[in-house]
């Protein structure tokens, strides 16, 4: 059990109640997060929330790290929101109020972000918020939002991954049509809004279709597709979704041509047989980095020792291995901001260093993460090509 | 109306406890204790299972705000607005039910069904609800008092302090309620529907009313709710939602004025009071659920009750 | 065969037998005659296992059953026809005659049986494949009865067997318990329909309000007042 | 006459529950059903109350048609009916029952309006708890008025089914099988109340099997058969009519 | 178009049969023990991955696997019905409470042993059967003539054998057939544990065709409900009549509809059969 809930809710009330007991601790820094560890949009949240307690376990067993001449420890206090917004504002406000935690991730789920928004936004320069969710998008960068960063980079404008994935299609396969189909939910809504235009700006014509979030079978949807005859289907966008839609699509002979910004290559690698192509954004590949990146042999090891289970390659383990960094990168900022309170120095920081992990990781103007990723280019049969890609 | 002079440590609880997370947790328990009140009075008061409660919940915090949003008015008048769309759907769906004579099992399932399409209707009509994306309340509930003039419910004591009256009311009117003729005609029908009839109670006009007032009270928890976590989504419709009521009002004790405040009590705060891995809550929670139904058939507050009689009776 | 001694039962608070004792010889036909509600039926549900008595004991045999489930109470050789018929309404009567072998493990004498049900009940022979539900009280009785003895049964219990049938129909039926009689089978019969009981038992208990009024042979009871008094008379005592 | 039952015919598809029955009830008058186990009288009952529709026939209520009303409009009318089973909860009291019962009698409190007594009980409500007391003096419950329903006998739950039925100040009160399943004590007990109720104006229709209990205090007897009326009169005529004797103790009494 | 059409009518029959097996428990259930299974999506749940686990996993040959998961399931529901459902027969609400509860309590498990990581099984059987321009996977059309199999052989056994004699004469009238000597706390377990089995036989079959996740009984359990009323609680081959049609409603809806509204079309059929066939559409006059 690495979610840790320290001091029950009576403990923290007491501490509240009786002044000075709270603040007692000296030499440890807390960071809070708030993630979906189960329930059934967990995917992301659940992933995430297991590459953070690895970098603290290793940070606090190499025996912490120095700012200034104080050694500091970490203290993580990792939150189960359910996906639901209003265990997610309890739990902020736990985190802010009661602990004065002034790092939080997370969080991954739109919806989660968007209630606790107002609440955060009180706390703006008291505390830094680090969440993956693609709604922060629209907050971010906007005065008075300086407490939140996002922690993925964006699809669309120049340096965005997206509109990289679309050029290498093009380049690659120079596809007429493409059509989509998301999940009806926000991320899904949001992909479709975001990806319409950057096709059409390419020429390709565009046909968009949502399914219900916990469709199972999607030969219907697939075959009205298949009406529409495109070159390439681009399918979003967990890993739950994908591996039935490219099994159905290509045992139901709809479309055997896979384009994706979001998942594995696991559905992909499954079907190797039957495709023809498959093109997916990955952070990393994690098969081939392992022998060539120590740091990301490291952080497999770890994992499998953390955990004690196999290391997931073939699903999309992005979000462990890039909490996990985060840690790294955030300690990393305390230590050239020379503080590990002074929020707002510790952003600047932040925003305006590069940080070399498993990724390389720097910000855009709007508080926008940019890391460099690969392309993974699957064809019939299984051969991979990989293209690494730098913003 | 006795039970209402539990609420009183209510009141007073902000002089002792300052973490605004706890007052956060109570907050929340007020708003669906009042779902789970408006639950009781159809199912503990007329004997109707409903599932339909979630949906009016959504619908009340949706049409309070869409009225907002398109014809400018203040929360409460907004409130309105949802309170007539609500008895509207009540009355319709109600009609349908009642006058086809679905009862127990099958009125379950025919409310779920049409609560799903509700929901289903919040998540698609994206023009007016913007479907899945929900919508962000920013504004916020307006009160006159007397001396302070007008004022802006914005923090979480002024919070706690509108959710805590807004149950009280409730509560006493569910009280008021169930005591009055029509909550006695509303027994008779859960008696036995035969029996009331032969009593001289319009059971359709009955139940309809149950079904009626128990959607406006859960539209008004959601107009609330709504408008307090800022953001407004299709899943406040969710079958999910509908069974937490239902089970709130089983565990606190089903036919009780104050059982559905127990039952969110230990629903909704205990497990913020409790130490717990994140797999286990889940796990609690389900254990919770299953021991109070097998070893407290009449909930909390039931088996409490027939404790302090026999208690009575002993001395 | 069957005996029953000082058994009590409550519903609740309410006590509806109260100390009953009553014997069953092999191959008597004993008739338990008492108004409505005066614990007929609950005996029977007591004998049967389908209801628990609060003191007393059952013996089969000598074997105390009274402990034992309804399941367990048929295999040992008790079969109850209740009250209101009870066929499987839904079911042909050829699978209610089948049901009644239900626990019966010599399978391949089951059909001979069947026939031998049919031979008795012609009728229900011509309408094998009729549903149960879809026929008339009297049919349906004789469905019950026959249903009850595909069981082999050592004591065959009666509950009401004449309830809301056609004067006919009674005639037919006590014609039938007399035949089974001849034949030798143990019949425990409860009746509110005194005439008919005391004409086809050989010994009968008249029960009121929990307790057995009276006992004797059917010319006993025919010429004791009690029996006039459960319908007619004024008061039901329990002298 | 208060009541006119005119031809009543109630099948259920083949079954004829009710065959062709024609009788009529004065004021002030009881009258007794009686008949074997599944002779229709229960199903007679329901057809008067109207929680079954009658198939053809007429029901006449002080000259009105009612047969096939709702039970509730018959109720409001003034023609109340018990049940044989009373079912009760047993988390409230025997008081509370019968307030439960108190609609028809509160909707006939005139100057009161049903707001005001919602905000304030009131007046209105010292109307119906006397009302209610008594209902259950006059059903000798008057001492278990704070008993729960789950401390009853089944005399008393019986009682208190009647009880409650009297609460709507019925014109006509049809009972069903009050006597069935009674005590000695109990059905004294009974009789004395219904004689209480017929001092109190209330005409009666009982059904009940046991004709002796009927024959005490009927003023008019009717003998069901297979559904069918085959006597009717004084009690002591119909208890001697041959076709009577037959149905009770089948072919032949004392023969 | 037309192929198109027969396909995902083909397709919706495939999967209704799939929401069939579960329709099927329900009914059964509810019928012997007046209780409405809602934790029977659980143990189609545990059937799946139990199929996934021993057959990707501990490498088992699929047959057994799929055996293993049967009596898994089988074990856990006699375990369910001897904690938790002997305590609640023929209580509605309480035993959907309890369902509920169980829900929750299985799910947890299934989070703690196997995360929420999607798990994707080796394909069991590949490749397609191709018609003009309908294809169909192998894996579908073996997988749906396994259920309609399960399904129809309960229904013979029901009609038939011994044992389901006793079932449907505990349906029809529960005294009398504990006086025709029908063990009937024994049957009323059996049922349980009955249902329970099929529905991890379903959950195997799932495993084969789809992915996995903790939650993935829940949208069954639903379908589940809504096929059994449909069809009328009761009736044993109309769950499988009442599960394709609501699968072919799906399919064919979702083809010329917004496939986002596709849970509504069911839900538009089965309160329109409820209110005009209250019995459901196979289900006798009441």
Known sequence: MKSLFRGSFAAALLAAAVPGVAGAQTATVKIGQIEAQTGPNAIYGYMSSQGVPIAVDEINKAGGFKVGDTTYKLELMALDTRGDPKEATIQLKKLLEQDKVKFVFGPFLSNVFVTVFPYAKQFNGKFLMMGGGTRIHEFVGQPGNEFVIRTWNWDAGPKGFGEKMVDYLVKTANPKKVAMLFQNDSGGKILGDIYEPIFKARGIETMTEYFEPGTKDFSPVLAKIAGFKPDYLFPGYSDAALYDIVRQSVEGNYSKKFFLVRGSTGPGLKNKDGLEDYIVYVPKDFEEAEKKEPKVKHFIDAYKAFYKRDFPYDQAPLCSSSCYDHVYMLVEAMKKAGTVDDVEKIRKTLLSMTYQGMWKISFDERSEQIFNFDIVHLRKGGTKEVVHVEP | MKALWFLIPLYLLPLVVKSDTMLTVLIFTFLLSILAVGFNIVFGGAGQLTMFHAAAFGIGSYATFLSMLHFGLPFWLGYLVAVVVVVLVSIVIGWICFKFRLKEFYFAVVTMAFAELCRLIALNWTSVTNGTLGMLVLEKPTLWLPRSGIVKIEQTAAWYFLTLVSLTVVLAFSALLMRSWIGRNFSAIRLNEDLAQTLGIDTFRYKLLAFTISNVIASFAGALYGFYTGFIEPSYLSVTQSLDAIAMVLLGGVSTILGPVVGSMVLTSLPHLIELPAELRVAVYGMILILVILLMPRGIVGLAAGLLKRRAHAS | MLELSAISAHYGKNQVLRSIDLKVGAGEVVALIGANAAGKSTTMRLIAGLKRATSGSITLDGTEIGGLSTPKRVSLGIALVPEGRQVFAQSTVLENLTMGAYHRADRNHIQPDIDAMFAMFPRLGERRNQRAGSMSGGEQQMVAIARGLMAKPKCLLLDEPTLGLAPVIVDEISATVMKLARDGMTILLAEQNAAMALEVASRAYVLAAGAISAQGTPEQLKASPVVAQLYFGAETTDA | ?255 | MTQVVVGQILNGIILGSLYGIIALGVTMTFGITGIVNFALGQFMMIGAYATWYFTDLAMFPFPVAVALAVVISAVAGLVADQALFRFTRNNLVNGLLVSIGLISVTESVALLLFTTTPKNMDTVIAGSWTLGAITLPRMKVVAFLMLAAVIGLTWLGLSRAWLGRATRAYAQNPEAAMLMGVPTKLLQTGVVVYSCAIAGFGGALYACLFSLEPTLGGLFILKGVESAILAGVGNLLGALAGGVILGVTESVGSLYLPSAFRDAYGLVFLVAILLFRPAGLFGGQK
Request: charged letters at 20%; glycine letters at 10%; a neutral charge.
């Open chain 4, 1 to 255: 006459m208060l009541l006119k039952v005119e031809n009543l015919t109630k099948r259920f598809g083949g079954l004829v529950a009710v065959s062709d029955v024609s009788f009529g009830i004065e004021r002030g008058e009881i009258i007794g059903i009686f008949g074997p186990n599944g002779s229709g009288k229960t199903t007679l009952l329901n057809l008067l109350a109207g929680l079954l529709p009658p198939s053809t026939g007429r029901v006449v209520w002080k000259g009105e048609n009612i047969a096939g009303a709702r039970p509730n409009v018959i109720a409001s009318r003034g023609v109340i009916k018990t049940f044989q089973n009373p079912q009760l909860f047993s988390e409230l009291s025997v008081f509370e029952h019968v307030m439960i019962a108190s609609f028809l009698a509160f909707t006939r409190i005139k100057d009161h309006s049903r707001l005001s007594s919602f905000l304030a009980p009131g007046k209105g409500e010292a109307v119906l708890r006397a009302r209610a007391e008594k209902a259950l003096t006059l059903c000798r419950l008057q001492g278990a008025s704070e008993k729960s329903a789950a401390e009853l006998s089944y005399g008393e739950e019986k009682m208190l089914g009647v009880a409650m039925a009297m609460m709507c100040e019925p014109e006509l009160l049809l009972l069903d099988e009050p006597a069935s399943g009674l005590g000695n004590d109990e059905i004294h007990n009974l009789e004395n109340v219904l004689r209480d109720l017929r001092a109190h104006g209330t005409t009666l229709c009982i059904i009940d099997h046991k004709v002796a209990f009927l024959a005490k205090f009927a003023d008019q007897a009717i003998a069901l058969q297979q559904g069918c009326k085959i006597a009717q009169g004084r009690p002591n005529d119909v208890l001697a009519d041959p076709a009577v004797v037959k149905a009770y103790l089948g072919r032949s009494h004392h023969a």
